[in-house]
């Protein structure tokens, strides 16, 4: 089992950043795929960014060249760095832990709220 837990959510104006951070427990973290997810209102939830366990990483075409997906094994934890955020940015952003071919099932994160005004 592992537990993720996301962090760094929160109120901005369009253009600024943000860096979402998920921390996790409970199991080897190395093994697992990285991927954050969002989730607006009203909307299914949809992969914004992957990160394999070979450093390969996948980017939605709605975020590339604005979004980073990192992650530290050492220290468990994955990363989201958010620039020239956008209104359409806004929703829960949820990280997700999983076993190489299995992303978007096994664990995940409760969530982080991320708003972005205009």
């Known amino acids: 089992q592992v537990q993720l837990v996301e962090s760094g959510g929160g109120l901005v104006q369009s253009g600024g950043s943000l860096n979402l951070s998920c921390e996790a427990s409970?199991?080897?973290?190395?093994?697992?795929?990285a991927g954050w997810f969002r989730q607006a209102p009203g909307k299914q939830r949809e992969l914004v960014a992957s990160?394999?366990?070979?450093?390969?990483?996948h980017y939605a075409e709605f975020v590339k060249g604005r979004f980073t997906i990192s992650r530290d094994n050492a220290k468990n934890m994955i990363y989201l760095q958010m620039n020239s955020l956008q209104t359409e940015d806004t929703a829960v952003y949820y990280c997700?832990?999983?076993?190489?071919?299995?992303?978007?099932?096994?664990?995940w994160g409760h969530g982080t709220q991320v708003t972005v005004s205009s």
């Open positions: 997700n832990a999983a076993a190489p071919g299995r992303l978007g099932t096994d664990f």
């Open positions: 409970g199991a080897i973290f190395n093994i697992y795929t």
């Open positions: 990160l394999t366990t070979g450093g390969r990483t």
